[in-house]
Structures are given as C-alpha cells and as structure tokens.
C-alpha cells in the first residue's frame, strides 16, 4: 500500500517523472504552500495556535499508533486487509517509511531555518559595526565559501562523465577547494577544538573536583574508579586480586566438604 | 568554590591548591605526548565484552553483510576511528559486505569514507583487495530524522535506501538498490550484524528500534558504563568500548581466542572453540599507539585531584 505519490498508476496526488503536469503540479502545490503561509502570517494569534497544535498532535498520534496499534503478524506481500482495523493496522505499518522520509526532508528545512537565523544576526552586526563584528565576516565568508565549494563539488560528481574525480590526480579548483576546507580544515580544527576540552578538564579535576560534603565525596570516589576501570593495566590487576580471592575461597569450600 | 588565580600562598596546603594553570597545562601536555613517542608493550587481558564483539564478527560468514552505522567526526578520532580501522580490517579480511549510513553528524559518512579509503590502501599494500564503493561498500549518507529512519531499517529497510544514489568506481551515480550489497536482501533480519560505531546519543536511538537484527556497539571510553547494562542484558552482543576496547580488538586480531602459543587468550566462554587471528599482518593501530599514554593521562587527572582535595582537607584543619 503506498500513499500519495507513491501511488501507481498515478492519480491527482502525481504525476510521470520529468512530465509537463509533475510541474505543474509542483509549482501549485508552492503556490499553496506559500498562500498558506502568508495566510498563517495575518491569522489571529489564537488560530495560528490551533494550527500549530493540531500538527504537532497529529505528527505525534502517528507514532503514538504505530507503537500501541497492533501490529501486523507475518504479514505475506500479496496479504490483503479484512476489515477496518487490520486495515488501518496495514496502513500504519506501509506508511511508517513514507512518514520517515517527510521527517528527513522536513529536517533539512531545518538547515535553511538554521543559515536564516545566522545571516541575520551576522549580517546585522556587521551592518551596524557592533562589537567583534570582524568574527561575524569571518564566520559568514567561511558559510559562503563553503556552501559554494561544497555545492559546486557535488555538481560535478553527479556528472556520469566526472567519475575521474574519484583519483585526486584529476581534480581541479573546485575539488582542491573543497577538500583543504573540509579534511584540511574543518576536521582538523574539529579535532584541536575538541582536544582543547582535556585541558579544561584537568584543570577542572584540580581545581573544581573537591570532597566538600557526603555526596561530593560519592561522586568523586565513584567517577575515580571508572576512571580507574578505563585503565587496562589496572583491571588487570585487579581482575588478579580478584581471581585470587576466588580461588582461594575455592580452595576453602573444597576443604570444607572434603 | 574553585581557586581562579594563583594566591600569595604561603603553607604548602595553600601552594597545593594554587598551582598556575600554565603549569598543569604544560605537565599535561608532557604526559600525553612523551609516551607517545617512547610506548612500552603494556599487560593486557581483554574483557569479555571485547572478546565477545570480536568473536562475533568472526562468526559472520565470509561474503556475509551487515549495516554500519558510523556517527562518529574527527572531534572523537582518538578512540573512534581506531574503532572503525580495526572493524574495518576484519570486515575487508573476511569480504562481508556493509551497507554505511549515518544518524548523528553530517559530517560522519565523508569522516567515515575517508577511513574506508586508508584501511583500504592499507590492505592493498599489504597484498589484499582493495574495497570498492558501490561493489563492496554502498553509503546511503546522512539521515537527519535519526528515529523515523531507525524504525523505517527495522521495517522496511530497503525503502530507506529508495531515491538514495551512490558512485560506482568508473560510473556515474546510480541508484543504491542495485548495488550488489542489496542483492537478496528483504528485510533487515537478512542482515547478518548491525553494528554502530558512536560517540553521541544515537546509541540509544538504534537500540530503542532495531529488534529483527543482532547488534554490536563501538563507543568512547565515557559512554562504556551506560552500554555495558545493555551488553550484560544480552541486547549488544558485544561491545567495543574506548582506547581499551581497540586494544583488545587488536591483541584478538593478532592472537585470536583459545589459540595455543605464548600469548594465549582464553575465554570460558567459548572453551572448545578456537578463533583465529591474522598474525602477521597488520593489526596494531590507534589502540596500541595511545594504550600508553592514556594510562598517564588518566594517572594524571587522578593525581590532580588527590592533590587538589589534599590542599583542602590540610587547610581546612590548619583554619580551623
């Protein structure tokens, strides 16, 4: 069972890949979506409320049924529904892909929401000249630059002509680019921001790290044997006391019986 | 409440508590790094969560297939990409098939293909084959809704797959489904292994929604004590966990399990079975390279604090 455009052969909801009415289609369904949101815009506070309720309840009831509705039991492909509940129990479980899928793209809006909101306030200190601007140019240069080599690499790999540029003998500018930002760059500082962290925690465990009360004390003695179990040579030794101690009330329980 | 700045301190209880940071920052950066340069073959005894992951990826069929969940960027590389070059080595030595996706970090499946390149040159120069993408490996890249994606692999796992491309070595994009790593596949129990290498939540992500498949984890050494309640459960079958879990995989890569010679590692558990390693070829990597300077590291850190609290508990009784 598939939903909407998934639907084969197609119905209203779709329509031949790359044909004249899938665009169409397109273009009125952003038209619509746009109205909406403008009509969203001027609606009165108490109905935009309701909308976003209704959503979020409805994006969450999904799921809500998917967990608590029976499931179907060795389902076989050609099985079909009996009645209304196994009906919906077949729907819920073909649909869960498909929801799936609209969270994943609903996720990367995010991103766009995410480049938005740094724009804005970037690009707004930078206008006005406020305090450390030149760290919000450094910052808006690097998004720049590396959406542009990012994307642009992308083009050309999806080019079935381009499979070259899998040997970097074969790069050019644009893959040079690329690759010194994000291996040379970005990683590389990833690695260094986050070897930084060490430092602050050893200066947090010598400063910070004090038996000030009962409690305290539990912490820091329970945090100092997981840091102590993460040492090998340490475990090892006391895996030996341990077999040790085994071993020796072994030798009593034999001695014991006997 | 912590001392910020060093004080005119005259007990040494006062000078204990008042050491400038630049010092601590310059003894431990000699710590960490001298070892480094002069490592000493340290004792060690695997754990059984070790000698369980290893023993079960040995189990897969040679040819066999797997999905790999890499969530791991190069802010964690210390133990995760030790981690994933010691899988990989197992997983290319026994020719198992894996299909590479990513739930925590956009950056993880470029971080991750990268890895796969190295171990894979690796090997060839060592006389292997080389891994190919799309014949031997097929990345489905990043999924950012983490939990409708893990549900969607446990019920229908080719429809997360479906639209996906991947680059063939010598062609253009094609469509991942007819990747020969799909081929046979329906459902996710037709999956021999899932195996996530994380140093994020996603761990609990995946075990929340994967029940048709067994699971095995590769974690950083701090997220050892809340995985090992689901190793001890049986949920993982085994766990990999830190600079340690590397080191044990790398001492079972050259020794194997129950195999007679001077370094022998038992295990009761499987007593009657004998499983192989690779001596000989090249199984040491990050976990034997930093064993040792992560013993000082941490020897450190609880020194700093013995000291620290020692400055107190002296200048506490002299104040009072």
Same mark, same amino acid.
């Given at each position: ?169 074969? /790069? =050019?500018?644009?893959?040079? +680019?690329?690759?010194?930002?994000? &291996? #040379? !760059? ?51 030794? /006391? =895996?030996?006391?341990?077999? +040790?101690?085994?071993?020796?009330? &072994? #030798? !009593? ?6 | ?42 004792p060690n005894k695997p754990i059984d969560a ?147 290498v994380t140093a994020s939540s996603t761990n ?117």
């Amino acid at each position: 069972m598939n939903l909407l455009a998934q639907v084969d052969p197609k119905t209203f909801w779709n329509a031949p890949n790359s044909s004249a009415e899938l665009y169409v289609k397109l273009s009125l369904a952003l038209l619509f979506g746009i109205g909406l949101a403008i009509g969203l815009m001027f609606a009165p506070p108490q109905m935009r409320k309701m909308v976003i309720f209704t959503v979020t309840f409805v994006s969450g009831l999904f799921y809500v049924l998917f967990w608590l509705f029976p499931a179907p039991i060795n389902r076989q492909p050609s099985d079909a529904p009996r009645g209304p509940i196994e009906g919906l129990s077949f729907w819920i479980s073909d649909s869960q892909s498909v929801v799936a899928s609209l969270t994943n793209v609903i996720s990367g809006f995010l991103i766009g929401l995410g480049i938005y909101s740094l724009l804005r306030v970037h690009l707004g200190k930078i206008a006005k000249q406020q305090k450390d601007w030149f760290f919000s140019a450094v910052l808006v240069t690097c998004l720049c630059l590396m959406v542009f080599f990012g994307y642009a690499d992308w083009k050309q790999r999806l080019d079935p002509q381009n499979f070259i540029l899998a040997d970097p003998k074969n /790069w =050019g500018f644009i893959n040079y +680019g690329r690759d010194l930002l994000f &291996d #040379g !760059l970005l990683q590389n500082m990833d690695a260094g921001m986050f070897s930084i962290v060490a430092f602050y925690i050893m200066s947090a465990a010598y400063r910070a790290f004090r038996a000030r009360s009962v409690e305290a004390t539990i912490l820091l003695v329970t945090a100092l044997i997981v840091i102590l179990s993460l040492m090998g040579v340490v475990e090892l030794m /006391w =895996g030996g006391v341990m077999d +040790g101690i085994s071993k020796e009330n &072994d #030798g !009593l329980k034999a001695l014991a019986e006997s | 409440m912590a001392i910020n700045e060093p004080t005119n301190a005259t007990h040494w209880s006062e000078k204990l508590q008042s050491v400038p940071k630049p010092v601590i920052f310059g003894i431990l950066l000699l710590f960490s790094t001298v070892p480094l340069f002069f490592p000493v073959q340290l004792p060690n005894k695997p754990i059984d969560a070790s000698i369980d992951f290893y023993a079960q990826a040995m189990k897969i069929p040679d040819g066999g297939k797997i999905i790999l969940c890499s969530d791991w960027t190069n802010s964690t590389r210390g133990e995760s990409k030790g981690e994933m070059e010691a899988l990989l080595r197992i997983l290319m030595r026994k020719h198992i098939k894996f299909v590479l996706l990513s739930i925590g970090d956009v950056q993880a499946p470029q971080v991750a293909k990268d890895t796969i390149r190295e171990v894979s040159d690796e090997e060839v120069a060592k006389g292997g084959t080389a891994y190919k993408e799309f014949e031997d490996f097929v990345n489905l890249g990043y999924y950012a809704a983490a939990e409708g994606t893990i549900l969607a692999i446990n019920n229908k796992v080719l429809s997360v797959a479906q639209g996906k491309k991947d680059f063939p070595v010598g062609a253009g994009p094609k469509d991942a489904l007819l990747s020969p790593v799909f081929s046979g596949i329906k459902t996710v129990s037709d999956f021999n292994m899932f195996i996530l290498v994380t140093a994020s939540s996603t761990n609990r992500t995946i075990l929340e929604r994967i029940t048709n498949c067994p699971m095995m984890y590769m974690v950083t050494g701090v997220m050892v004590p809340e995985n090992t309640s689901y190793y001890a459960s049986g949920q993982l079958k085994g766990l990999c966990g830190g600079v340690k879990g590397v080191f044990d995989l790398e001492n079972l890569m050259e020794y194997g399990i129950n195999n007679p010679g001077p370094h022998e590692i038992e295990s009761e558990k499987y007593k009657g079975e004998s499983i192989p390693g690779w001596p000989g070829k090249t199984n040491t990597g990050k976990g034997t390279a930093y064993y040792f300077a992560l013993h000082f590291a941490l020897a450190l850190l609880v020194v700093a604090v013995a000291i620290g609290n020692l400055g107190m508990f002296v200048a506490k009784r002299r104040s009072k």
